[in-house]
Protein backbone atom coordinates (compact mmCIF):
# COMPACT_ATOMS: atom_id res chain seq x y z
CA UNK A 1 0.00 0.00 0.00
CA UNK A 2 2.00 2.94 -1.43
CA UNK A 3 1.23 6.24 -2.51
CA UNK A 4 1.92 5.18 -6.52
CA UNK A 5 -0.39 2.18 -5.73
CA UNK A 6 -2.67 4.72 -5.21
CA UNK A 7 -1.58 6.73 -8.64
CA UNK A 8 -1.77 3.85 -10.26
CA UNK A 9 -4.92 2.72 -9.65
CA UNK A 10 -6.54 5.87 -9.41
CA UNK A 11 -4.86 7.90 -11.90
CA UNK A 12 -7.45 8.63 -14.45
CA UNK A 13 -10.06 9.92 -11.43
CA UNK A 14 -7.15 12.41 -10.16
CA UNK A 15 -6.91 14.17 -13.55
CA UNK A 16 -10.56 14.48 -13.40
CA UNK A 17 -10.94 15.83 -9.90
CA UNK A 18 -7.99 18.22 -10.37
CA UNK A 19 -9.46 20.08 -13.37
CA UNK A 20 -12.84 19.90 -12.11
CA UNK A 21 -11.00 21.74 -8.93
CA UNK A 22 -9.70 24.02 -11.19
CA UNK A 23 -12.47 24.72 -13.44
CA UNK A 24 -14.78 25.36 -10.11
CA UNK A 25 -11.81 27.90 -8.62
CA UNK A 26 -12.42 30.20 -11.18
CA UNK A 27 -16.06 29.89 -12.40
CA UNK A 28 -17.88 33.59 -12.39
CA UNK A 29 -21.05 31.90 -13.70
CA UNK A 30 -22.71 29.63 -11.79
CA UNK A 31 -24.39 30.00 -8.12
CA UNK A 32 -22.02 29.94 -4.76
CA UNK A 33 -24.17 27.05 -3.39
CA UNK A 34 -24.02 24.78 -6.70
CA UNK A 35 -20.04 25.15 -6.63
CA UNK A 36 -20.33 24.31 -3.34
CA UNK A 37 -21.76 21.35 -3.36
CA UNK A 38 -19.59 20.05 -6.89
CA UNK A 39 -17.10 21.02 -4.75
CA UNK A 40 -18.22 18.69 -1.72
CA UNK A 41 -18.71 16.08 -4.41
CA UNK A 42 -14.96 15.80 -5.65
CA UNK A 43 -13.85 16.15 -1.78
CA UNK A 44 -16.08 13.18 -1.04
CA UNK A 45 -15.32 11.28 -4.41
CA UNK A 46 -11.24 11.43 -3.31
CA UNK A 47 -12.12 10.13 0.34
CA UNK A 48 -13.88 7.41 -1.42
CA UNK A 49 -11.27 6.45 -4.04
CA UNK A 50 -8.54 6.66 -0.96
CA UNK A 51 -10.80 4.49 1.63
CA UNK A 52 -11.61 1.35 -1.29
CA UNK A 53 -7.92 1.45 -2.12
CA UNK A 54 -7.06 0.61 1.73
CA UNK A 55 -9.61 -1.28 2.24
CA UNK A 56 -8.35 -3.44 -0.66
CA UNK A 57 -5.59 -3.58 0.28
CA UNK A 58 -6.51 -4.83 3.79
CA UNK A 59 -9.13 -7.12 1.96
CA UNK A 60 -5.53 -8.48 0.55
CA UNK A 61 -4.02 -9.55 3.95
CA UNK A 62 -4.25 -12.63 5.66
CA UNK A 63 -5.34 -11.64 8.77
CA UNK A 64 -8.62 -9.36 10.06
CA UNK A 65 -8.11 -6.35 11.34
CA UNK A 66 -11.09 -4.05 12.76
CA UNK A 67 -10.03 -0.93 10.07
CA UNK A 68 -11.70 -3.00 7.53
CA UNK A 69 -15.20 -3.47 8.13
CA UNK A 70 -14.90 0.29 9.19
CA UNK A 71 -13.72 0.77 5.99
CA UNK A 72 -16.24 -0.89 4.61
CA UNK A 73 -19.30 0.83 6.35
CA UNK A 74 -17.86 4.24 5.60
CA UNK A 75 -17.72 3.34 1.71
CA UNK A 76 -21.38 2.00 1.31
CA UNK A 77 -22.24 5.15 3.27
CA UNK A 78 -19.90 7.24 0.79
CA UNK A 79 -21.71 6.26 -2.22
CA UNK A 80 -25.30 7.45 -0.95
CA UNK A 81 -24.18 10.61 -0.23
CA UNK A 82 -22.10 11.39 -3.88
CA UNK A 83 -25.31 10.62 -5.17
CA UNK A 84 -27.12 12.95 -3.08
CA UNK A 85 -25.02 15.83 -3.51
CA UNK A 86 -25.83 15.40 -7.28
CA UNK A 87 -29.25 15.36 -6.94
CA UNK A 88 -28.80 18.41 -4.92
CA UNK A 89 -26.12 20.10 -7.08
CA UNK A 90 -29.17 19.41 -10.07
CA UNK A 91 -32.52 20.43 -7.90
CA UNK A 92 -31.31 22.38 -4.45
CA UNK A 93 -34.94 22.13 -2.37
CA UNK A 94 -35.66 19.35 -0.74
CA UNK A 95 -36.74 18.91 3.16
CA UNK A 96 -35.80 16.77 5.69
CA UNK A 97 -37.56 13.02 4.75
CA UNK A 98 -35.23 13.31 1.65
CA UNK A 99 -32.38 12.20 4.08
CA UNK A 100 -34.30 9.27 5.68
CA UNK A 101 -33.06 6.54 3.40
CA UNK A 102 -29.33 7.55 3.44
CA UNK A 103 -29.24 8.03 7.39
CA UNK A 104 -30.91 4.42 8.01
CA UNK A 105 -28.41 2.88 5.22
CA UNK A 106 -25.25 4.40 7.31
CA UNK A 107 -26.58 3.92 10.75
CA UNK A 108 -27.12 0.04 9.68
CA UNK A 109 -23.95 -0.09 7.49
CA UNK A 110 -21.61 1.00 10.79
CA UNK A 111 -24.14 -1.41 13.17
CA UNK A 112 -23.25 -3.78 10.98
CA UNK A 113 -19.64 -4.11 12.00
CA UNK A 114 -21.17 -5.59 15.10
CA UNK A 115 -24.37 -6.73 13.90
CA UNK A 116 -23.23 -8.48 10.86
CA UNK A 117 -27.07 -7.37 9.34
CA UNK A 118 -25.62 -5.59 6.38
CA UNK A 119 -22.35 -7.36 5.64
CA UNK A 120 -19.52 -8.86 8.01
CA UNK A 121 -15.34 -9.75 7.84
CA UNK A 122 -14.62 -13.48 8.91
CA UNK A 123 -12.25 -14.48 11.30
CA UNK A 124 -10.22 -14.99 8.24
CA UNK A 125 -10.25 -12.39 6.94
CA UNK A 126 -13.48 -12.62 3.68
CA UNK A 127 -16.25 -10.23 2.89
CA UNK A 128 -19.70 -11.61 3.29
CA UNK A 129 -22.89 -10.26 2.74
CA UNK A 130 -26.06 -10.13 6.04
CA UNK A 131 -29.42 -10.27 5.99
CA UNK A 132 -29.55 -6.43 3.91
CA UNK A 133 -26.46 -7.11 2.15
CA UNK A 134 -27.88 -5.37 -1.13
CA UNK A 135 -29.47 -2.54 0.93
CA UNK A 136 -26.97 0.29 -0.14
CA UNK A 137 -27.79 -0.90 -3.92
CA UNK A 138 -31.41 -0.68 -3.39
CA UNK A 139 -30.89 3.00 -1.51
CA UNK A 140 -28.68 3.81 -3.97
CA UNK A 141 -31.41 2.66 -6.83
CA UNK A 142 -33.89 4.59 -5.17
CA UNK A 143 -32.23 7.78 -5.05
CA UNK A 144 -31.39 7.33 -9.16
CA UNK A 145 -34.55 6.53 -10.03
CA UNK A 146 -36.31 9.77 -8.07
CA UNK A 147 -33.55 11.58 -9.99
CA UNK A 148 -34.88 10.03 -13.20
CA UNK A 149 -38.46 11.54 -12.08
CA UNK A 150 -37.81 14.95 -11.27
CA UNK A 151 -35.93 15.23 -14.13
CA UNK A 152 -38.58 14.15 -16.51
CA UNK A 153 -41.37 16.34 -14.17
CA UNK A 154 -39.71 19.59 -13.88
CA UNK A 155 -38.20 19.36 -17.79
CA UNK A 156 -40.81 20.40 -20.35
CA UNK A 157 -38.57 20.97 -23.09
CA UNK A 158 -37.09 19.08 -25.80
CA UNK A 159 -35.48 16.54 -25.41
CA UNK A 160 -32.14 17.66 -26.35
CA UNK A 161 -32.24 19.47 -22.77
CA UNK A 162 -32.72 16.85 -20.50
CA UNK A 163 -31.01 13.60 -22.69
CA UNK A 164 -27.33 14.49 -20.97
CA UNK A 165 -29.05 14.36 -17.31
CA UNK A 166 -30.69 11.02 -18.12
CA UNK A 167 -27.83 9.86 -19.44
CA UNK A 168 -25.70 10.56 -16.57
CA UNK A 169 -28.21 8.72 -14.31
CA UNK A 170 -28.58 5.70 -16.45
CA UNK A 171 -24.73 5.51 -16.31
CA UNK A 172 -24.59 5.75 -12.80
CA UNK A 173 -26.85 2.89 -12.43
CA UNK A 174 -25.24 0.73 -14.33
CA UNK A 175 -21.68 1.07 -12.76
CA UNK A 176 -23.50 0.63 -9.33
CA UNK A 177 -24.58 -2.98 -10.82
CA UNK A 178 -21.46 -3.26 -11.79
CA UNK A 179 -19.65 -4.82 -8.00
CA UNK A 180 -22.34 -7.75 -8.94
CA UNK A 181 -20.49 -8.96 -11.82
CA UNK A 182 -17.09 -7.68 -11.44
CA UNK A 183 -16.21 -6.45 -7.59
CA UNK A 184 -12.51 -5.83 -8.12
CA UNK A 185 -13.32 -2.90 -10.46
CA UNK A 186 -16.56 -1.74 -8.92
CA UNK A 187 -15.25 0.95 -6.82
CA UNK A 188 -12.47 2.03 -9.72
CA UNK A 189 -15.57 2.59 -12.06
CA UNK A 190 -18.13 4.42 -10.20
CA UNK A 191 -15.14 6.77 -9.04
CA UNK A 192 -14.78 8.03 -12.79
CA UNK A 193 -18.02 7.30 -13.93
CA UNK A 194 -19.32 10.06 -11.24
CA UNK A 195 -16.59 12.53 -11.86
CA UNK A 196 -17.03 12.28 -15.43
CA UNK A 197 -20.37 13.19 -15.14
CA UNK A 198 -20.17 16.04 -12.73
CA UNK A 199 -18.18 17.42 -15.77
CA UNK A 200 -20.86 16.76 -18.34
CA UNK A 201 -23.04 18.16 -16.28
CA UNK A 202 -21.00 21.32 -15.43
CA UNK A 203 -21.01 21.94 -19.58
CA UNK A 204 -24.37 21.22 -19.53
CA UNK A 205 -25.64 23.95 -16.98
CA UNK A 206 -22.90 26.08 -18.64
CA UNK A 207 -24.38 25.26 -22.34
CA UNK A 208 -28.24 26.23 -20.62
CA UNK A 209 -26.81 29.59 -19.53
CA UNK A 210 -26.16 30.36 -23.54
CA UNK A 211 -29.75 29.42 -24.52
CA UNK A 212 -31.62 31.07 -21.76
CA UNK A 213 -32.60 34.17 -20.37
CA UNK A 214 -30.35 35.22 -17.65
CA UNK A 215 -33.12 36.70 -15.60
CA UNK A 216 -36.92 34.68 -16.48
CA UNK A 217 -34.90 31.40 -17.48
CA UNK A 218 -37.05 31.08 -20.42
CA UNK A 219 -35.08 30.06 -23.70
CA UNK A 220 -33.07 33.50 -25.16
CA UNK A 221 -33.52 35.54 -28.49
CA UNK A 222 -30.42 33.40 -29.49
CA UNK A 223 -32.67 30.36 -28.87
CA UNK A 224 -35.31 31.58 -30.39
CA UNK A 225 -33.16 32.13 -33.76
CA UNK A 226 -31.99 29.01 -33.91
CA UNK A 227 -35.26 27.38 -33.02
CA UNK A 228 -36.73 28.84 -35.83
CA UNK A 229 -35.04 27.53 -38.24
CA UNK A 230 -34.58 24.41 -36.36
CA UNK A 231 -38.46 23.53 -36.32
CA UNK A 232 -39.79 25.80 -39.41
CA UNK A 233 -41.52 22.50 -41.02
CA UNK A 234 -42.89 22.20 -37.34
CA UNK A 235 -43.76 25.35 -36.17
CA UNK A 236 -48.08 25.64 -36.80
CA UNK A 237 -48.04 28.46 -34.46
CA UNK A 238 -46.76 31.58 -33.38
CA UNK A 239 -47.89 33.51 -29.78
CA UNK A 240 -46.65 36.88 -28.84
CA UNK A 241 -46.73 38.53 -25.32
CA UNK A 242 -46.24 41.97 -24.35
CA UNK A 243 -46.63 42.81 -20.84
CA UNK A 244 -49.00 45.78 -19.74
CA UNK A 245 -47.61 48.80 -17.98
CA UNK A 246 -44.03 47.67 -17.27
CA UNK A 247 -42.16 51.55 -17.87
CA UNK A 248 -44.98 52.26 -15.17
CA UNK A 249 -44.12 49.39 -12.77
CA UNK A 250 -40.49 50.81 -13.30
CA UNK A 251 -40.81 54.32 -13.42
CA UNK A 252 -42.92 54.14 -10.12
CA UNK A 253 -40.99 51.66 -8.25
CA UNK A 254 -37.82 51.17 -9.52
CA UNK A 255 -36.19 48.50 -11.89
CA UNK A 256 -35.91 45.59 -9.08
CA UNK A 257 -39.71 45.98 -9.40
CA UNK A 258 -39.87 45.93 -13.33
CA UNK A 259 -37.33 42.88 -12.79
CA UNK A 260 -39.62 40.83 -10.34
CA UNK A 261 -42.36 41.89 -12.65
CA UNK A 262 -41.30 40.15 -15.78
CA UNK A 263 -39.84 37.07 -14.08
CA UNK A 264 -43.46 36.59 -12.53
CA UNK A 265 -45.22 36.55 -16.17
CA UNK A 266 -42.59 34.67 -17.33
CA UNK A 267 -43.35 31.68 -14.66
CA UNK A 268 -46.56 31.96 -15.73
CA UNK A 269 -45.58 31.09 -18.83
CA UNK A 270 -43.70 28.63 -18.46
CA UNK A 271 -45.81 26.89 -16.05
CA UNK A 272 -48.66 26.51 -18.15
CA UNK A 273 -46.84 25.41 -21.37
CA UNK A 274 -46.35 22.22 -22.34
CA UNK A 275 -43.30 20.06 -23.87
CA UNK A 276 -44.64 21.34 -27.26
CA UNK A 277 -44.65 24.94 -26.84
CA UNK A 278 -41.23 26.73 -26.88
CA UNK A 279 -41.04 29.82 -24.79
CA UNK A 280 -38.88 32.74 -24.89
CA UNK A 281 -38.20 35.87 -23.81
CA UNK A 282 -36.85 37.88 -26.93
CA UNK A 283 -36.11 41.04 -25.63
CA UNK A 284 -37.73 43.99 -22.88
CA UNK A 285 -41.24 42.75 -21.81
CA UNK A 286 -41.89 41.00 -25.33
CA UNK A 287 -41.85 37.27 -25.48
CA UNK A 288 -42.95 34.57 -27.86
CA UNK A 289 -44.07 31.14 -27.78
CA UNK A 290 -43.20 28.67 -31.09
CA UNK A 291 -45.86 26.03 -30.85
CA UNK A 292 -44.86 22.71 -32.56
CA UNK A 293 -47.55 20.37 -34.14
CA UNK A 294 -50.38 22.22 -32.13
CA UNK A 295 -53.58 22.43 -33.42
CA UNK A 296 -55.72 25.82 -33.29
CA UNK A 297 -57.49 24.42 -30.55
CA UNK A 298 -54.50 23.59 -28.15
CA UNK A 299 -53.33 26.95 -29.08
CA UNK A 300 -56.16 29.06 -28.05
CA UNK A 301 -56.23 26.57 -24.52
CA UNK A 302 -52.78 27.74 -24.37
CA UNK A 303 -53.56 31.19 -24.46
CA UNK A 304 -56.94 31.06 -22.02
CA UNK A 305 -54.34 28.93 -19.52
CA UNK A 306 -51.78 31.67 -19.56
CA UNK A 307 -54.50 34.29 -19.13
CA UNK A 308 -56.11 32.22 -15.95
CA UNK A 309 -52.61 32.27 -14.83
CA UNK A 310 -51.68 35.81 -14.92
CA UNK A 311 -54.91 36.36 -13.24
CA UNK A 312 -53.65 35.12 -10.00
CA UNK A 313 -50.80 38.23 -10.34
CA UNK A 314 -50.62 41.86 -10.58
CA UNK A 315 -49.59 41.86 -13.53
CA UNK A 316 -51.65 41.72 -16.76
CA UNK A 317 -49.94 40.84 -21.33
CA UNK A 318 -51.16 41.58 -24.32
CA UNK A 319 -51.73 38.33 -26.31
CA UNK A 320 -52.12 37.39 -30.23
CA UNK A 321 -51.41 34.51 -32.16
CA UNK A 322 -51.22 33.18 -35.83
CA UNK A 323 -51.75 29.95 -37.10
CA UNK A 324 -49.38 28.72 -39.86
CA UNK A 325 -50.94 28.85 -43.53
CA UNK A 326 -49.21 27.40 -47.14
CA UNK A 327 -47.41 30.17 -47.58
CA UNK A 328 -46.16 31.60 -43.82
CA UNK A 329 -42.80 32.45 -42.96
CA UNK A 330 -41.46 33.21 -39.12
CA UNK A 331 -41.88 36.51 -40.19
CA UNK A 332 -45.05 36.84 -41.65
CA UNK A 333 -46.24 34.77 -38.72
CA UNK A 334 -45.02 37.23 -36.24
CA UNK A 335 -46.39 40.13 -37.89
CA UNK A 336 -50.04 38.63 -38.13
CA UNK A 337 -49.53 37.80 -34.32
CA UNK A 338 -48.14 41.56 -33.33
CA UNK A 339 -51.29 42.67 -35.21
CA UNK A 340 -53.17 41.27 -32.68
CA UNK A 341 -51.54 41.86 -29.81
CA UNK A 342 -51.17 45.90 -30.81
CA UNK A 343 -55.06 45.55 -31.25
CA UNK A 344 -55.35 43.91 -27.57
CA UNK A 345 -52.89 46.83 -26.05
CA UNK A 346 -55.16 49.64 -27.57
CA UNK A 347 -57.79 48.01 -25.57
CA UNK A 348 -56.08 47.51 -22.52
CA UNK A 349 -55.22 51.47 -22.53
CA UNK A 350 -58.94 52.29 -23.56
CA UNK A 351 -60.22 50.48 -21.04
CA UNK A 352 -57.68 51.25 -18.17
CA UNK A 353 -57.58 54.53 -19.37
CA UNK A 354 -53.57 54.50 -18.67
CA UNK A 355 -50.99 56.67 -20.82
CA UNK A 356 -49.48 54.29 -23.48
CA UNK A 357 -45.85 54.59 -23.51
CA UNK A 358 -43.97 53.22 -26.63
CA UNK A 359 -43.00 49.08 -26.70
Not at 76 to 81: G, H, K, N, Q, T
Not at 145 to 170: G, Q, R, W
Not at 319 to 327: H, L, T, W
Amino acid sequence: MTITGYLTEHWGLLVVLIGLSTIILSDTHLERIMLRRMAGIIILLFIYSTSCYVETYLGNQPNYTILRPILSAANYSLIVYILINIILVVYPKHNLYFWIPATLNCLLCFISIKTKIVFYISSDNHFGRGQFGYLTYWVCLFYLVYLIVIILHNVKTKAEDYSLPIFMTLSSILCLAMPLFFENMASHWFNVTIAINILFYYIYVLQQYTKRDSLTNLLNRQSYYRDAEKYMNSITAYIAMDMNGLKEINDRDGHLAGDLALKTVADCFWEVSHHNHRVYRIGGDEYAILCIDSPEDDVKELIQRIQESLKKTAYSCSIGYAMKQEDSTLDTLYQTADEMLYQEKKKYYETTGKTRHRR
